[in-house]
Nanobody
Framework: QVQLVESGGGLVQAGGSLRLSCAAT????????MAWYRQAPGKQRDLVAS???????NYADSVKGRFTISRDSAENTMYLQMNSLKPEDTAIYYC?????????WGRGTQVTVSS
């Protein structure tokens, strides 16, 4: 059973920055996709950014130019650097890892951006 544990969330003022981390108990080098999703209250869970094996990185239009996804395979950790945060970025952020046999999710970390 693979575990993904997010950290780094918190309360920040608009215009500020946060760096989220997702630590995996399995080798993330073998993933097909690693991604960050977010879910605001009353809304569906949406893709924020992803790293697709053989294809590179992808971002939601709403975060392009502000967020950067990266990973450190040696540390089995994925990151999301979030800059120029806006109140509409407030959500629970979830880490997702897709291996060949199964997809795993973390429990999420709360990000709150005050205006």
């Amino acid at each position: 059973q693979v575990q993904l544990v997010e950290s780094g969330g918190g309360l920040v003022q608009a215009g500020g920055s946060l760096r989220l981390s997702c630590a995996a108990t399995e080798n993330i080098f073998n993933t097909l996709v690693m991604a960050w999703y977010r879910q605001a209250p009353g809304k569906q869970r949406d893709l924020v950014a992803s790293i697709v094996r053989g294809s590179g990185t992808n971002y939601a239009d709403s975060v392009k130019g502000r967020f950067t996804i990266s990973r450190d395979s040696a540390e089995n950790t994925m990151y999301l650097q979030m800059n120029s945060l806006k109140p509409e970025d407030t959500a629970i952020y979830y880490c997702m890892g897709q291996w060949i046999r199964r997809t795993y999710w973390g429990r999420g970390t709360q990000v709150t951006v005050s205006s």
